[in-house]
């Protein structure tokens, strides 16, 4: 914690507060989070003990530094419940991702009536979609309908987290592209708060088809 109190910074603490992450906090660069990581590698005990002081920083580290090995389904499912931000809902789906079942955990979530639960469900879902190609494209091809027919009604997070996963597979499932273009263009804008912080959301047909462009040159 000494470590993480030393890396933070005031300008930082200012742009995580406008992303939605409240105190308490240390404003800790990514960069010092994965500097920080490196020493501390597959340390569970360690990791629980960041996450239940409930600081921003320290629960980011320990989504880094725990082993899957070792940290049981029900800690992780503890760590999803209790995540409260996009930010740190992003590194709890990259560790959930290590998880030998992670795609049943995934799917176990994307329905789930939290914001952040569903959120982290999405979020694997578009992690999965990038760099598991040994799935299956058919395992996402119901994805697909399933977010046409429910992301206008979704909670506000959990729409731009289906929108990422939609435009994940677009982009990297090549047999879905077509499918995701389409259904984008189904589904039309989608209005999603991103507060203070400046964010916009990407259209999901014009995203997958300038990344399809680009892997194309």
């Known amino acids: 914690m000494e470590e993480l109190e030393r890396s933070g910074t005031e300008q930082n603490r200012v742009v995580y507060a406008k992303h939605g992450i409240r ?6 660069s990514f960069a010092n989070l994965k500097r920080i990581a490196r020493e501390y590698r597959n340390c569970s005990r360690q990791a629980m003990l960041l996450w239940n002081t409930e600081n921003h920083d320290a629960r980011m580290l320990a989504t880094m530094i725990a082993d899957p090995a070792v940290l049981g389904q029900d800690e992780l499912c503890l760590w ?18 290590r998880y030998p079942n992670h795609w049943m955990i995934a799917q176990g979530w994307i329905e789930h009536p939290s914001e952040w ?26 994805l697909i309908d399933f977010i046409v027919k429910n992301i206008h009604k979704a909670p506000n997070r959990t729409k731009y987290a289906m929108n990422s996963a939609l435009i994940a597979i677009g982009r990297s499932r090549k047999s879905l592209t077509p499918v995701a273009i389409k259904a984008g263009e189904v589904i039309g804008e989608i209005s999603v708060n991103h507060g203070e912080s400046g964010n916009n959301t990407p259209f999901a047909p014009n995203a997958i088809k300038e990344a399809v462009a680009v892997a194309a040159e």
């Open 23 to 28: 105190m308490p906090m240390f404003g800790v």
């Open 80 to 97: 999803a419940e209790e995540a409260d931000n996009y930010v740190l809902c992003g590194n709890v789906a990259m560790l959930t991702v």
């Open 117 to 142: 639960m569903s959120t982290i469900g999405w979020n694997t879902i578009s992690i999965l979609a990038a760099k598991q190609m040994k799935r299956p494209d058919s395992d996402f091809r119901p």
